[in-house]
């Protein structure tokens, strides 16, 4: 790999029942919502695998480094910090650039349909911007890239709200920050986000996350 070092992080949680997309528990029980997390993550991880970058999972619990290592075969494994995503975020960011990346770009692990494209466009943009979003539908962001740590635009950020976009983007404005955006894309956290999404085709490439939805 020539030119900057890149990273591309999957930011994940252990697929275990009662931990992962509560939001489905009430429709699918919380051992079909880890199945759901357990597909997400399984097509996430592939699709990354393919991107020309490091490949790494940012993960939590901390305690379970030896079953993602299981789950992302030659990952690089960092454990998430305590706190909440922006938090997490940040800290994610911090570690990777103060390791020697040059960009880094994380992505959620329940966005399974970000096509390849996206992530090569996210890289390209950093040489151009400073910050990089991929917005998504619910007014949240399911994919951030950038080369320097920027804590700023993430601790305190109100997380798993509609305003989330928008305040990150209005705190990067007030920095004089340039940001570039990639395709929005639909977020997976409903079952009938679930059921748009395949009848529109969008899982098509995402064959474990299509596989359980189907069923």
Request: glycine residues 10%; negative net charge; aromatic residues 4%.
């Amino acid at each position: 790999m020539t030119g900057p070092r890149r990273a591309l992080v999957v930011i994940a949680k252990e697929p275990v029942p009662g931990a992962v997309k509560t939001r489905l528990v009430p429709a699918l029980g919380a051992e079909g919502a880890a199945r759901v997390a357990a597909a997400m993550l399984a097509d996430t991880v592939a699709g990354v695998a393919e991107v020309d970058a490091e490949p790494w999972v940012c993960f939590a619990p901390p305690a379970a480094g030896t079953r993602m290592a299981r789950l992302a075969p030659g990952f690089g494994l960092l454990a998430q910090v305590e706190g909440d995503l922006g938090d997490r975020l940040a800290a994610c960011l911090a570690a990777l650039l103060g390791g020697g990346a040059d960009q880094v770009v994380i992505v959620g692990a329940d966005t399974p349909q970000v096509p390849r494209a996206t992530y090569d466009a996210a890289f390209t943009m950093l040489s151009q911007v400073d910050v990089v979003l991929g917005p998504a539908h619910d007014g949240g962001y399911y994919l951030v890239g950038a080369k320097a740590a920027l804590p700023e635009l993430f601790v305190g950020v109100p997380m798993g709200t509609d305003a989330v976009l928008q305040v990150t983007m209005l705190r990067a404005v007030r920095r004089r920050l340039r940001v570039g955006t990639v395709p929005t894309l639909r977020d997976l956290d409903r079952l009938e986000d679930l059921q748009a999404a395949l009848a529109a085709g969008e899982l098509d490439a995402s064959p474990r996350t299509r596989s359980v939805v189907a069923d």
